[in-house]
């Protein structure tokens, strides 16, 4: 559930840390990421009430939560925990923000879900998966440019990139085909929604990383060098 631009895509604001393995962040560098992190969250979690198809690592956690009879939040945390673990064998390192990434957003996903309900109709499941995939991209842009560690998802895929040598494109599209098609094998909701969502969130992210870099112009709101 974490996209991660790369390179120059993410700009460096003023309450980025300097440091992406700090474990004293500055408090708005923690208010940021956490807010970003819940914006993430609840976005997930409006697009899952819109029962028109989820994102697609989400199809993953939702044919792993009818799998393993578990709610989706539940699920959610553990397919993180699990990529998490899978940074072993690469040596990738976590930052205080992959920790916080794996709870919050699962968190967010468990608390806020029984008061979303679900759309009762098509107009009302755009209408949802569009916001949801907007309050995704407000908390990708927030929590990235905090600079405290990758997403669990994303530091897998950069891990592979270094370990195989592969693109990074490449990997990181074999990744979310084969996320995608386990989830659906397990039963999880693939349909509509997850076209529209794959489709928008890039741009949608882009768009979030430029205003935000607007907004916190500074002398330090640069682009990050490659």
């Known amino acids: 559930m974490d996209r991660q631009p790369t390179g120059n895509d993410v700009p460096v604001t003023w309450w980025s840390s300097d440091d992406a393995f700090s474990l004293k962040p500055r408090a708005a560098t923690l208010a940021m990421l956490v807010t970003g992190l819940f914006l993430f969250g609840l ?22 939560s009818i799998f393993l009879n578990l709610s989706i939040g539940a699920a ?8 998490l673990l899978l940074w072993i064998p690469l040596r990738e390192l976590p930052g205080i ?10 968190g967010t996903i468990e608390l806020s879900g029984p008061y979303l309900g679900t759309a009762l109709t098509i107009h009302e499941s755009v209408v949802r998966v569009i916001v949801g995939t907007i309050l995704i991209a407000v ?3 927030l929590y990235l440019t905090c600079n405290l560690g990758p997403g669990p998802r994303d530091g897998w895929m950069t891990g592979l990139h270094k370990a ?16 995608l ?16 969502f794959a489709v928008l969130i890039g741009p949608a992210v882009a768009v979030c ?5 607007s907004v916190a112009s500074n002398d330090r709101a640069e682009v990050n060098p490659d």
């Open 43 to 64: 976005g997930d979690a409006v697009i899952i009430s819109a029962d028109w198809g989820v994102a697609p690592w989400t199809v993953l956690a939702d044919g792993v």
């Open 76 to 83: 959610t945390f553990l397919v993180s925990l699990g990529v």
């Open 97 to 106: 923000g992959t920790v916080l990434n794996i709870v919050i957003i699962a």
């Open 139 to 141: 908390g990708s842009a």
């Open 164 to 179: 195989s040598g592969k693109p990074i494109g490449l990997v990181r599209g074999v990744i979310e085909i084969s996320v």
């Open 181 to 196: 098609l386990t989830g659906w094998a397990l039963g999880g909701d693939l349909w509509a929604g997850t076209v529209v």
């Open 209 to 213: 990383l430029k205003v935000t870099a």
